[in-house]
């Protein structure tokens, strides 16, 4: 995932990513030591929201840590420690750089839902999900090159309509619920499954913009021109 997740970043860069920092006597693209951003996640989804506002990290580098929830730890809680965890890991590892970590959590109440890894565990996320209201967290941590740390945590509620056991079997053919927690892809074929969403889009996907890009600004990292003004409105 890491490997596949690091191809697109190159194949970014060699277009001329979406970031611009200025260019250097040949043309290419410079970033300034300062302002180096690594990316703790090897997820697609969250390199391709951050493409989305102009943003192309000039690393991933996924921080491989256990995230197993602690006995008796609130989906909230769960989610920030592990946004804090994988940042602290990984900015070990990149001293001077910024450091963007982020967990999502799909939670039922206080029960913590699984990444499905097989068909049997999605199906037992949606039957759960079917015709009820969800909460999904998002923890975000950033690391500034002095090393401080900056959190945020953001909830989002969900509604799903009431599935069909053909309508689950189907999803589950198409694959794309594997890894994802709740199993189930809001920006994917589950999009049809959803009545409302309160709150955050982005953060339902993985991560969310606004907060991350309050967190980028207030730490001193530059945003382009172009998306300086750019945010998160969906509601």
Known sequence: MARRAQARLDHRSSDGGATDWGRDAHGAAAV???QRLVLASASPRRLDL????????DAI??????EAPLKAELPPRHAARLAAAKAARVAARHPGAFVLAADTVVAVGRRILP??????????CLALLSGRRHRVYGGVTLIDP??????????SQVVVKRLEAAEIA????????HGKAGGYA?????AIFVRAIHGSYS????????????????AGFRLTRKNENQGEGVS
Do not use: M
């Open 32 to 34: 300034r030591p300062d």
């Open 50 to 57: 951050l493409a989305q506002i102009g943003i192309a990290p």
């Open 61 to 66: 580098d996924a921080a491989d840590i256990d």
């Open 115 to 124: 990444k499905a890894e097989d068909a049997a565990s999605a199906r037992a």
């Open 146 to 155: 002095a090393g401080r740390a900056r959190h945020r945590l953001v909830c």
């Open 170 to 177: 189907d999803y589950l053919a198409g694959g794309e619920w």
């Open 186 to 190: 809001i920006q994917g074929a589950a």
């Open 203 to 218: 953060n339902i996907v993985g991560l969310p913009l606004f907060e991350t890009v309050a967190l980028l600004r207030g």
